[in-house]
Structure formats: structure tokens, C-alpha cells
T-cell receptor, first 115, second 112 residues
Framework: EPEVTQTPSHQVTQMGQEVILRCVPI?????FYWYRQILGQKVEFLVS????????KSEIFDDQFSVERPDGSNFTLKIRSTKLEDSAMYFC?????????????FGEGSRLTVL | DQQVKQNSPSLSVQEGRISILNCDYT??????FLWYKKYPAEGPTFLIS?????DKNEDGRFTVFLNKSAKHLSLHIVPSQPGDSAVYFC???????????FGEGTQLTVNP
């Protein structure tokens, strides 16, 4: 069964460092997302991406964050200068079509620890 | 952000009995509601959904009920099985955007 894959599964970084989290969405999917879950808190929407551009972003997704689909298969989330509060589990998700069905396929997550 | 709220952080039921998980929302623009299940060290997995034009959707052991006037939905699992033990998230979306807004989650434990 096709699945969304994410790397790395866990990354530890120093505050101020740049981090890139990678995702390979399901191959025939067209809409891509990043969500995050800070320990003990809700899963929060960060950004959605369609047709090679951001279609929606949350208040969390400030200038420190960027997304890219560089080669038609990978979908990356970059955090330019990490802060302690960026420590969280980051989930990539994708769906085939229809922005508002909500039936997203999630990856297993990348745990980011900022020291 | 309290737009979607699951007031019970945990629920414990006996195998074979019914599990009822509840969710409340405040944003009247939400028109699509979903339940996701999450095991430790895994991402959320879609379980079942309902659009606002319906009040019930059933898929095998899982049924979701929507009460729009009360802004309340519930997930019924019957009969409950030990493999159902997981965190269940309620989520909602609106026609104006693609984001899902999640509740806090309810940890369901089904005891053999």
C-alpha cells in the first residue's frame, strides 16, 4: 500500500541552526501539507501546497519556514533558524485531490529536538 | 485555539462493548468532519468522515454522528476490540480553506 515517507525520523539540532525535513508524498497525490504537534498539544496546521505554490498557511508559518517541491517527488520543510519552541513532531501529509475532503494520508513524522 | 474540543482525554472500555468518543466545535463555517486514529510513533490515520449535509455515516464497526445544532459529533465503535486502543482525534475543515483543525485527542483503551 502506498504511503507517505518522512526523513529523518528524529533530528537533534542547536538553536539557530537550519533544519530541512523531507517527505515523499504518495505518487499520484496533488496536495501536500505540513502539520506539527508539540508534545502534549494539538496537531496544528502549518502549510498546504498545490501546483507548486503555497495555497494556505497558518500564523505559525512565519518567515523562518519555507516549503519546496524541488524535483516532483520530494516535499521539504525548511526552518531557517531554529528556536527552542520549534521542538515538535512534524507530520507531512498528502491527498489526491479536492482541497476540502480532509482525508489526508500522513507520514510517520519527524521528531525535531532543538537544544 | 479552541475551535475543536475533545473534553475527555481518556476513555476505557471492555472488549465487545461500545466506545463513544465525543467532540464539540465552535466554528459554524466547518462543514466537513473527520476522525483520525493515531498509534504511538505513527502518523494519524484517517478513520471516517461526515459532511455537514448528513447526520450519520457508518463504516463497519465505526459510526459518526453529527448534531449541527449542538455543534457536536461523536464516534461510536461497536464492538470495541483491543486493537482499537489508540488516540482518536476529531478534526474539521471548511469550504473556504484546506486546513484541518484538530481536537486534543482522546486516548481509548479497550481492555480484553
Amino acid at each position: 500500500e502506498p504511503e507517505v515517507t518522512q526523513t529523518p525520523s528524529h533530528q537533534v539540532t542547536q538553536m539557530g541552526q537550519e533544519v530541512i525535513l523531507r517527505c515523499v508524498p504518495i505518487s499520484n497525490h496533488l496536495y501536500f501539507y505540513w502539520y506539527r504537534q508539540i508534545l502534549g498539544q494539538k496537531v496544528e496546521f502549518l502549510v498546504s501546497f498545490y501546483n507548486n505554490e503555497i495555497s494556505e498557511k497558518s500564523e505559525i508559518f512565519d518567515d523562518q519556514f519555507s516549503v519546496e517541491r524541488p524535483d516532483g517527488s520530494n516535499f521539504t520543510l525548511k526552518i531557517r533558524s531554529t528556536k527552542l519552541e520549534d521542538s515538535a513532531m512534524y507530520f507531512c501529509a498528502s491527498t489526491r485531490g479536492g482541497q476540502n475532503t480532509g482525508e489526508l494520508f500522513f507520514g510517520e513524522g519527524s521528531r525535531l529536538t532543538v537544544l | 485555539d479552541q475551535q475543536v474540543k475533545q473534553n475527555s482525554p481518556s476513555l476505557s472500555v471492555q472488549e465487545g462493548r461500545i466506545s463513544i468518543l465525543n467532540c464539540d466545535y465552535t466554528n459554524s463555517m466547518f462543514d466537513y468532519f473527520l476522525w483520525y486514529k493515531k498509534y504511538p510513533a505513527e502518523g494519524p490515520t484517517f478513520l471516517i468522515s461526515i459532511s455537514s449535509i448528513k447526520d450519520k455515516n457508518e463504516d463497519g464497526r465505526f459510526t459518526v454522528f453529527l448534531n449541527k445544532s449542538a455543534k457536536h459529533l461523536s464516534l461510536h465503535i461497536v464492538p470495541s476490540q483491543p486493537g482499537d486502543s489508540a488516540v482518536y482525534f476529531c478534526a474539521a475543515s471548511s469550504a473556504s480553506g484546506s486546513r484541518l483543525t484538530f481536537g486534543e485527542g482522546t486516548q481509548l483503551t479497550v481492555n480484553p
